[in-house]
């Protein structure tokens, strides 16, 4: 175990281990890739084992209107696949994906009116 402790104190004196890096890249990419709100990107930070502060830290520079452009292309790229389908379904299988990728109602509803007309 002492072994383990010295090789991670070089890896992380030499700029290799840098928790607060990975997690403002993690938001940024999972964000952009992902579409996932903030609460979200919380809860995979936290099973990664980042450090509460280092989370808020990362999390700092996304804002609703984020969250928002987050929602508006998780749903279109839903809505071109439910084309086909009655308008309540669209509104009920987008509101679901939304949903489970975190986003508050508030969000949710904001974006189907947008999108939907819901």
């Known amino acids: 175990m002492e072994a383990a402790g010295r090789v991670l104190d070089r890896l992380?004196?030499?700029?290799?281990?840098?928790?607060?890096?990975?997690?403002?890249?993690?938001?940024?990419?999972?964000?952009?890739?992902?579409h996932l709100?903030?609460?979200?990107l919380r809860h995979e930070l936290q099973t990664k084992g980042v450090a509460r502060e280092l989370i808020d830290l990362a999390l700092e520079d996304v804002d609703r209107e984020d969250e928002l452009q987050a929602?508006?292309?998780?749903?279109?790229?839903?809505?071109?696949?439910?084309?086909?389908?009655?308008?309540?379904?669209?509104?009920?299988?987008?509101?679901?994906?939304l949903a489970r990728r975190g986003f508050s109602s508030d969000i949710v509803s904001r974006v189907l009116a947008d999108l939907i007309g819901g």
Not at 17 to 27: G, K
Not at 37 to 40: G, L, Y
Not at 76 to 96: C, D, H, I, N, W
């Open 12 to 34: 992380e004196n030499a700029g290799l281990i840098d928790d607060q890096r990975f997690a403002r890249d993690w938001v940024e990419s999972r964000q952009a890739r992902r």
């Open 37 to 40: 709100s903030r609460s979200a």
């Open 71 to 97: 929602a508006r292309e998780l749903a279109g790229k839903k809505l071109g696949r439910l084309a086909k389908l009655p308008p309540e379904v669209q509104q009920r299988r987008v509101a679901g994906a």
